[in-house]
Nanobody, 121 residues
Framework: QVQLVESGGGLVQPGGSLRLSCAASGSIFSIYAMGWYRQAPGKQRELVATITNGGSTNYADSVKGRFTISRDNAKNTVYLQMNSLKPEDTAVYYC???????????????WGQGTQVTVSS
């Protein structure tokens, strides 16, 4: 099994910054891509940003220019630097990894438990 542990959420004022981290551990054979999704109350979970093991990134239009995703492949860790935060960024942020666990075949999706980000004055 693969476990994802997030950290770095919290309360921040509009215009502020936060940095989320997510470390993958367990029976990892390989991880192709890691990313962040978020879910606000009453809304569906949505993609925020993803990054492949080759460094290719993808961002939701709503966060382009404000959020930066990065990855340390050696540590199986992904980061999300969030700047110029807005109240509409308030949500539970979930880490995601697309990879293969030891003893398995094919790619599977793994999820963290989520971390709350609240942007409010």
């Amino acid at each position: 099994q693969v476990q994802l542990v997030e950290s770095g959420g919290g309360l921040v004022q509009p215009g502020g910054s936060l940095r989320l981290s997510c470390a993958a551990s367990g029976s990892i054979f390989s991880i192709y891509a890691m990313g962040w999704y978020r879910q606000a109350p009453g809304k569906q979970r949505e993609l925020v940003a993803t990054i492949t093991n080759g460094g290719s990134t993808n961002y939701a239009d709503s966060v382009k220019g404000r959020f930066t995703i990065s990855r340390d492949n050696a540590k199986n860790t992904v980061y999300l630097q969030m700047n110029s935060l807005k109240p509409e960024d308030t949500a539970v942020y979930y880490c995601n990894a697309l990879g293969t666990a030891l003893g398995t075949i094919g790619l599977s999706n793994y999820w963290g438990q989520g971390t709350q980000v609240t942007v409010s004055s």
